[in-house]
C-alpha cells in the first residue's frame, strides 16, 4: 500500500472552516471517493448553486447525508439538498455569493475526480 499524498488549496478549504487542520485531508479524501463513487453528472444551475446527480440508492442517499451533515458542521455556509425522485437522486450544494470560490473549487474537484 503506497501513501497517496491529498492536495489542499485555499479555495478548496476556506479559512473560515473550524474542522481541525489536521483531520482536513481526511474529509477532502471522503468527497474525493463520494465523488469518483457516486457523482455521474454535474450542474451549474446558478452561480451559487451546484447539482450533483448521483447514483441511486440507500447507501448512497446515506453517505451523502452523513458526509454532508459533518461538512456543514465545520462550513456552516453551505446549504446541502438531497432530493430523491423515481428515477434518481441530486445533492445540491449552495452558497452565499461570498463563498462562490469555494463553490468553484468543489465543482473543479468533482469534475476532476468523479466519472463526470
Do not use: Y
Amino acid at each position: 500500500m503506497t501513501d497517496q499524498k491529498i492536495t489542499l488549496d485555499s479555495a478548496w478549504v476556506p479559512s473560515s472552516c473550524t474542522l481541525p487542520t489536521e483531520q482536513q485531508p481526511l474529509r477532502v479524501a471522503e468527497f474525493d471517493a463520494f465523488f469518483a463513487e457516486a457523482v455521474r453528472t454535474l450542474e451549474r444551475p446558478a452561480p451559487t448553486r451546484l447539482r450533483l446527480g448521483l447514483d441511486a440508492g440507500p447507501a448512497v442517499a446515506a453517505r451523502a447525508a452523513e458526509l454532508t451533515a459533518r461538512e456543514n458542521g465545520c462550513c456552516s455556509f453551505f446549504t446541502f439538498t438531497l432530493t430523491i425522485t423515481g428515477d434518481g437522486m441530486a445533492l445540491e450544494v449552495e452558497v452565499p455569493a461570498g463563498r462562490v470560490v469555494v463553490l468553484d473549487a468543489l465543482q473543479a474537484r468533482a469534475a476532476g475526480v468523479g466519472r463526470v
